[in-house]
């Protein structure tokens, strides 16, 4: 089964801190994503990445960059953390070339920034 | 603009009905439909694919249809269960691409 895994389940941070959230998915997978949910807005794409050290911008990624210097760990940077960015950060992956094109996904790190 | 759309409302349901949800979209052309659970707390996990020259697929207890003309999907589970009660999510894919862009879901509450 491929499994992704989050570093955190919960954190709590401070305004203007650096944040680091790591990602890593054990089955080979070429790409890898970063989403936020919140209530009432779903699941919102911030990055994503097609091999190593390549990366794309998606729909919000304002406020954030990554890092993939190996392709089964792709990390997401909050540089200075803002009370906005309280949110669920989701982490997937995904074949290029799979039947289905399926995500898997990690269970998910609960940030709040105070 | 690009519009998915999900119930907002909770379905709620008695078990051992059929549950419905409905996926529309506007100014999208997928190449396929992919349908998503998600439990409290956790992420998505993958349920089925249907692609656009597809009507239906099944699944055991689920089916998706794809109306491309309606530009609908539907999603039914049969003999709905409360195990079954969850937050299910519609993702369209275009073609030549392998993101998927979400729907904000619908939430099942299969009551006993």
């Known amino acids: 089964d491929v499994k992704v895994t989050q570093s955190s389940r919960y954190l709590v941070k401070r305004t203007g801190e650096k944040v680091f959230l790591e990602c890593v998915q054990d089955?080979?997978?070429?790409?890898m994503f970063w989403y936020r949910q919140d209530p009432g807005l779903g699941l919102r794409l911030i990055y994503f990445s097609y091999d190593v050290k390549m990366k794309e911008k998606g729909d919000i990624p304002e406020g954030y960059s990554v890092s993939r210097e190996k392709k089964e760990r792709f990390s997401l940077i909050l540089e200075s953390a803002s009370t906005n960015q309280t949110s669920m950060y989701l982490c997937a992956s995904s074949l290029v070339a799979g039947e289905s094109n399926e995500q898997f996904f990690g269970p998910g790190t609960r940030l709040t920034v105070l | 603009s690009q519009k998915i759309e999900q119930n907002s409302e909770a379905l709620n349901i008695q078990e051992g009905k059929t549950a419905t949800l409905t996926c529309n979209y506007t100014?999208?052309?997928?190449?396929?439909l992919q349908w998503y659970r998600q439990d409290p707390g956790r992420g998505p996990v993958f349920l089925l694919l249907?692609?656009?020259?597809?009507k239906e697929k099944r699944k055991e207890r689920l089916k998706v249809t794809f109306d491309t003309t309606l530009k609908q999907s539907l999603f039914h589970i049969t003999a709905s269960q409360p195990a079954d009660s969850a937050t299910y999510l519609c993702a369209l894919v275009p073609g030549g691409s392998y993101i998927p862009t979400f729907g904000r879901g619908t939430s099942l509450i299969v009551h006993p």
């Open positions: 089955m080979d997978h070429e790409n």
């Open positions: 249907i692609r656009e020259n597809e």
């Open positions: 100014n999208y052309s997928p190449a396929y």
